[in-house]
């Protein structure tokens, strides 16, 4: 009996801590809401091809419809992670290619939802606005909503037009890189000498009936080639080190301009320096200033009084001289003055370091197989705009011409070789100061390029003027030739160009009336 009240009771006490403990299990198993859960990845959208804003890289861009969210833009592509750190822009993350900007250039926190999605790159609504057409018998266009073409890109022929109007042509054809401005004239470019494992180009340009050339080192960056300007000679070691020093005392000098059509145009945006603490700031004004003169005059020439046949918002202008600039056009000011001295300086500095390497020494290393051009040299950021290009903001184009200022904010290209830039110093027509978006690393390279070029004609004039007019006597100012000489001029290079630009007239036509853009293409 007690054995048996012994098992009731123990049967008693496992029935009852079943009765308790199965309950609070199924409880436990019951799924919970969590607070914040992962978003979804989107899917990617749709994908819309989109000019570039140069034809040399012919890149695309997926439509996106939302500016300023994190959203999967380039469809083909990979996620770009932090592989290189891009210190100048603190907001930036590990989590996505392109930090959401708005035009005042402030960040937005749309980086950090998307860790768990390492396969879709992320990007900010930098699509131009228009549409895309598929040409017949291959290509396409990229035209406006006004109906102007953007871009085509038809048999090995690119053409771009800026928003006010300037035409671009690149093709490359036997290893022969062509690129024509309308009413500008260009360059013809080929295969020079082969130093050290190291590929050089000459360029022949041509414009106006003046031939000049020059020599550009070749790399290779992200699958493209890059052409990088290569000094053919060099100044005294000590020349460059009187230039990039301040001198005894500041000099007041004058440049003569005032009665110059160029500079009463530009007079709301340009202003030379009263006085000079160093010939860098003076060299800085010369770069400006050669900028703004080249535009004006091959502006004027373009269109035969007419210097921008669009008006800012893409609309036609009408207009029997030149559009004098907006008298609320902001100067340049001279925070953007000043870093254009420093670019000045640091050019200096690594010429003369390559001056006193002397001529055997001075051959760069073999170049690998990716290596960035020197637009992306993280201690080179200002750039002074050479041609006309176009910025996308917030899904709005806005256009750059030269003599506009802007700022490199990231070292590495994305995948369709575009860096971040924001816009310094602006024309009252162009992009407004502070604007943020992808430029192509082709026209950045052009505009480095041009920089330099400039820089080494004012080193020119200032060995000419050095002692007079109240600069300073400079120590010796001769010059020594460079490894690579400098090449005799194409004679060939005026037809070539001329042939380029009647090719793109039949090409543009022939995109008009298949894209039903009428005749709102823009004149050349």
Not at 119 to 129: I, K, L, V
Not at 297 to 323: C, H, K, N, R
Not at 331 to 343: D, F, G, N
């Amino acid at each position: 009996m007690k054995r048996s009240s012994k098992n009731q009771t123990s049967q008693l006490w496992a029935a009852l801590f079943l009765c308790i403990v199965v309950p609070a299990l199924a409880w436990g198993q019951k799924p919970s809401k969590p607070a914040a859960p992962a978003p979804a990845p989107k899917a990617p959208a749709a994908p819309h091809a989109a000019a570039p804003s140069r034809p040399s890289t012919p890149a695309s861009h997926s439509a996106s419809t939302t500016p300023h969210t994190a959203t999967t833009a380039r469809t083909p592509t990979t996620a770009r992670t932090a592989t290189s750190p891009h210190t100048t822009t603190p907001a930036r993350t590990a989590t996505t290619g392109r930090t959401a900007s708005t035009p005042a250039g402030k960040t937005a926190a749309a980086t950090t939802a998307h860790t768990a999605a390492p396969t879709a790159a992320r990007t900010t609504a930098h699509t131009p606005p228009g549409k895309t057409v598929s040409l017949k018998g291959g290509g396409s266009a990229s035209i406006r909503p006004n109906g102007q073409i953007r871009s085509v890109n038809r048999n090995g022929m690119q053409i771009s037009r800026g928003v006010h109007g300037q035409r671009t042509v690149v093709s490359t054809r036997n290893g022969v890189r062509v690129v024509s401005v309308a009413g500008r004239g260009g360059y013809v470019q080929r295969a020079y000498v082969t130093r050290g494992g190291v590929s050089y180009y000459s360029r022949t340009y041509y414009s106006g009936g003046v031939y000049r050339t020059g020599v550009y080192r070749g790399y290779y960056y992200g699958g493209r080639p890059y052409y990088g300007y290569y000094p053919a000679y060099y100044y005294q070691p000590v020349y460059y080190g009187w230039a990039y020093n301040p001198w005894p005392a500041p000099v007041a000098y004058g440049w003569g301009w005032g009665g110059a059509p160029w500079y009463g145009y530009y007079g709301a945006y340009f202003e030379p320096y009263p006085v000079y603490p160093s010939a860098a700031f003076w060299l800085a004004d010369f770069v400006l200033a050669a900028s703004l003169q080249a535009a004006f005059a091959a502006q004027a020439a373009t269109q035969e009084g007419l210097l921008y046949p669009f008006g800012p918002d893409g609309t036609l202008v009408a207009s029997m001289g030149l559009i004098p600039a907006p008298a609320d056009t902001a100067k340049l000011s001279p925070e953007v003055k000043k870093a254009l001295s420093e670019e000045v300086k640091t050019l200096l500095a690594a010429e003369q370091a390559d001056a006193s390497k002397g001529k055997s020494a001075s051959t760069p290393p073999p170049a690998s197989k990716d290596q960035a051009p020197p637009a992306l040299d993280p201690n080179f950021r200002t750039f002074v705009v050479s041609s006309d290009i176009s910025l996308v903001v917030d899904g709005k184009e806005c256009g750059l011409t030269n003599g506009d200022v802007i700022t490199r904010t990231t070292d590495t290209a994305d995948a369709d070789q575009n860096v971040n830039v924001k816009v310094a110093a602006a024309n009252k027509a162009d992009c407004a100061v502070g604007s943020e978006g992808p430029v192509a690393v082709d026209d950045l390279q052009e505009m480095y390029n041009n920089f330099r070029e400039q820089l080494k004609n004012g080193m020119g004039e200032l060995a000419k003027k050095q002692g007079t007019g109240g600069l300073p006597k400079a120590p010796d100012t001769t010059t020594t030739a460079g490894d690579v000489p400098a090449p005799e001029p194409d004679k060939t290079a005026e037809k070539s160009l001329k042939d380029q630009q009647s090719a793109a007239d039949q090409t543009e036509s022939e995109v008009k009336q298949e894209a039903g853009a009428g005749s709102s293409g823009g004149s050349q």
